[in-house]
């Protein structure tokens, strides 16, 4: 990995976080916070980009350099799966089961869905 790719990986880590941060506090605002609605959305939303991502590049339509920069940094910093899984157990320390049921299986298969129908888009440009 050369060093600007590096910078440019951090960079897009830093913008992914920071869209993280502003759409979590978008959707609380408007939804509330008895459910982590904005974590579901966020995650579903960046397996949806990471599977388009994904079938772009496996379609040579987006340069290995770009799919690393989207993929692992924009995306990475933007999903978050291990806020996911303490939202999940918060919810289910507070008894909360259906909701916890809800928000761990149910964002997986979600996530699972969007990133497999972003791929198959991806791959479908081509």
Do not use: C, K
């Amino acid at each position: 990995m050369t060093p600007l790719l590096f910078l440019a990986v951090a960079a897009a880590g830093g913008l992914g976080a920071s869209a993280r941060l502003f759409l979590d506090g978008l959707v609380r605002a408007r939804l509330g916070g008895a459910f982590p609605y904005g974590t579901t959305v966020i995650n579903v939303s960046g397996s949806l980009l990471l599977g388009l991502v994904t079938g772009l590049a496996m379609n040579h339509l987006l340069a290995p350099d770009w799919s690393f920069v989207l993929g692992v940094g924009l995306l990475g910093g933007y999903t978050t799966f291990s806020t996911a899984s303490f939202e999940t157990v918060r919810l289910a320390q507070q008894r909360r089961y259906l909701a916890a049921l809800a928000n761990g299986i149910g964002m997986l298969a979600a996530s699972v869905v969007a990133a497999a129908f972003g791929l198959w888009a991806g791959l479908t440009l081509g």
